[in-house]
């Protein structure tokens, strides 16, 4: 379905909702206030702008999490907003395909003017199992995700027995030493440390905390000088660095580092693995537009010239992180900060208004005043005009210089009260389970590492979708069977209410289908052909039968493998 062109009047469409976008809609929004013959419109996925650089504070507990989130819609009401998901740019007819609505009604939207401003996307596809355990710290749900997460494994290790799964659950890894790595790790250390008071059987000095990162020094983006200051901060308090390594894996209950060490933890917070939005690589690849390289290397943005225009795409203009602009400073192209984002916004709605009225454009100049990163309990380093700031004074500088940033003044007075209540008291260690727990789910193990252990009680059911497993016998013996992909196991202990029989672990990387206990059970009590199913793989497990290690699963010698 095509929407109607607007009327003769010029239409700017702005592609998502981030800084870029954001702040593009508010500078025309100015640029274009009392005139009729120009109409915008911003397209995005979810109805509210994120405060990123706050996120961390909020995975801390330090700020609530509604108070770094402003209504797309109250930021720029000048504009006209529609929630939608972009699906493609088709620059030949000039419109955008978006899906809508609650039937997601495939839509295409027309435009004179296309600002893209599309950010970039998390992948961790190169890293078998991150995308399953591993926590992003990108939007509003990671960061609210991981604070509920971290307060349920103080929870759990308070009345854990087992030294070993203690550990794991007080073992706190971040892959990544740039900024979102560096202050995650730094609140969630204040979080744990403010929190323990309250958890009288877990010792501080079992707490552990880990940063992996690929480089020598932490902070890239910073003067070394300050790279090194925030490492000698965050080693004071506890925080194991691991430099100049990456992480090749992860399970449910290890992180798996590309020099063989193996790191044992049920919190894993991953913030690498940026990549190019799916709909610019497209839009780069099927319509031609100059994508920007690093290096000599292609980084999957659109290259821009100094106006914030695609190069040789006149109506086509690129903002933020999914934007290659050439840096006014003469060094290769704008870092992917939202400091810069703001003031490229700024530059691109100037140009787009001044192409609008054939007038002449102006290129982007803007020197950053500073950069900044908070470490948690009050200290962080910084460079302000020049001036190189560690501890308590750059912490306040960057409290001071953020609270700033905030868009609307009723966020900044709620995150002000936020913060100053936070100076009397105790971190908020209520643990919330308002997320719809996903009933089936795909759990990633490394080879040697048990998914089912003897003696536990069965929780769960799985069913094998790549790789292999070995069923031990009784007592941690030898391996008594072989199961692999779209074989099953896990089933006797839900069937019979009785503990786990045998140990299961993985002899390859493999991916299990996880089922929770209940629907389990309801699925084979409610569909009589699966009832069936299981009576007879039940039956064929038991004593007496073939074990599968000679062919096929009904050979599993079931007292040893049914599990
Ligand atoms: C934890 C963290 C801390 C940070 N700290 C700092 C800091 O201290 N200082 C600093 O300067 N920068 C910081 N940054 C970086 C900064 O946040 C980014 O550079 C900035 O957000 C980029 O803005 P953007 O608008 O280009 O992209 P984004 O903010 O990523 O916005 C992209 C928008 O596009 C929308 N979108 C994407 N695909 C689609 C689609 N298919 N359909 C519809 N909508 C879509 C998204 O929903 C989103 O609204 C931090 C980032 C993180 C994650």
Redesign the pocket.
């Known amino acids: 379905m095509n929407e109607a062109q607007g009327g003769g009047r010029s239409r700017v469409v702005i592609?998502?909702?981030?800084?870029?976008?954001v702040y593009t809609a508010k500078h025309l929004g100015r640029l274009l206030e009392g005139r009729t013959d120009v109409e915008v419109e911003l397209?995005?996925?979810?109805n509210y702008?994120?405060f990123?650089?706050l996120?961390?504070e909020v995975a801390a507990g330090g700020i609530a999490a509604t108070h770094v989130v402003n209504p797309i819609r109250e930021l720029v009401p000048s504009a006209r907003f529609r929630c939608?998901?972009?699906v493609s740019v088709d620059t030949e007819h000039r419109t955008v395909r978006v899906s809508q609505g609650e039937g997601l009604r495939l839509i295409d939207v027309p435009y004179d003017h296309l600002v893209f401003?599309?950010?970039?996307?998390t992948d961790f596809s190169a890293m078998p199992g991150v995308a399953e355990h591993a926590f992003a710290?990108?939007d509003l749900a990671d960061a609210f995700k991981l604070r509920n997460h971290v307060v349920r494994c103080l929870e759990l290790a308070d009345i854990e027995a087992d030294p070993e799964q203690k550990q794991a659950l007080l073992t706190f890894v971040v892959a990544g030493g740039g900024?979102?790595g560096v202050?995650?790790i730094g609140e969630l250390a204040e979080l744990v440390a403010r929190s323990l008071k309250y958890f009288p059987r877990i010792r501080p000095q079992e707490i552990l905390f880990k940063l992996v990162h690929a480089q020598a020094t932490i902070l890239p983006e910073m003067p070394q000088q300050l790279g090194v200051a925030a490492r000698r901060i965050l080693e004071r308090r506890g925080v194991e660095m691991i430099l100049s390594s990456r992480v090749r894996a992860a399970s449910r209950e290890r992180v798996y580092l590309h020099d063989g060490r193996v790191l044992a933890t049920r919190t894993f917070v991953c913030?690498v693995g940026a990549a190019p939005?799916p709909?610019v690589k497209d839009t780069i690849a099927k319509a031609g537009f100059d994508e920007a390289t690093l290096g000599g290397r292609r980084i999957g943005v659109f290259a821009t010239d100094a106006t914030l225009a695609c190069a040789g795409k006149p109506g086509y203009w690129a903002?933020?992180?999914?934007a290659g602009i050439p840096n006014p400073n003469g060094t290769g192209l704008c870092p992917?900060?939202?400091?810069?984002?703001i003031r490229e916004a700024k530059t691109c709605a100037r140009n787009i208004v001044a192409s609008i009225d054939g007038q002449s454009k102006t290129s982007f100049a803007f020197k950053a005043l500073g950069i900044?990163?908070s470490l948690g309990q009050r200290s962080a380093v910084a460079e302000l005009f020049g001036v190189k700031l560690t501890g308590f004074l750059a912490w306040f500088a960057w409290r001071t210089i953020y609270l700033m940033k905030l868009p609307g003044f009723a966020r900044r007075l709620r995150v002000a009260l936020d913060w100053t209540l936070d100076l009397f008291f105790p971190r908020d260690i209520t643990q919330l389970q308002v997320f719809h727990h996903e009933h089936l789910h795909v759990h990633h193990y490394e080879p040697g590492e048990a998914i089912v252990r003897e003696g536990q009680v069965g929780r769960e059911f799985y069913l094998i979708v790549k790789g292999e497993v070995q069923v031990e016998a009784p007592g941690g013996g030898a391996a008594v069977a072989q199961l692999g992909p779209r074989e099953v196991f896990g089933e006797k202990a839900l069937l019979e209410d009785t503990h786990r029989t045998a140990t299961v672990r993985a002899s390859s990387p493999v991916d299990v289908l996880v089922m929770s206990r209940a629907d389990f059970r309801s699925m084979v009590e409610n569909l009589p052909i699966l009832k069936e199913y299981f009576t007879r793989l039940l039956a064929e497990r038991l004593p007496g039968a073939m074990s599968r290690m000679s062919q096929t699963a009904s050979d599993v010698r079931p007292s040893m493998s049914s599990t």
Not at 15 to 21: I, N
Not at 319 to 322: A, E, N, S
């Open positions: 592609l998502g909702g981030g800084f870029a976008g397209l995005a996925e979810e702008f994120v990123q650089p996120l961390p939608c998901k972009v401003c599309l950010g970039k996307v710290m990108k900024f979102s202050e995650t913030t939005n709909i903002v933020g992180d999914c992917p900060t939202a400091q810069f984002a900044l990163a």
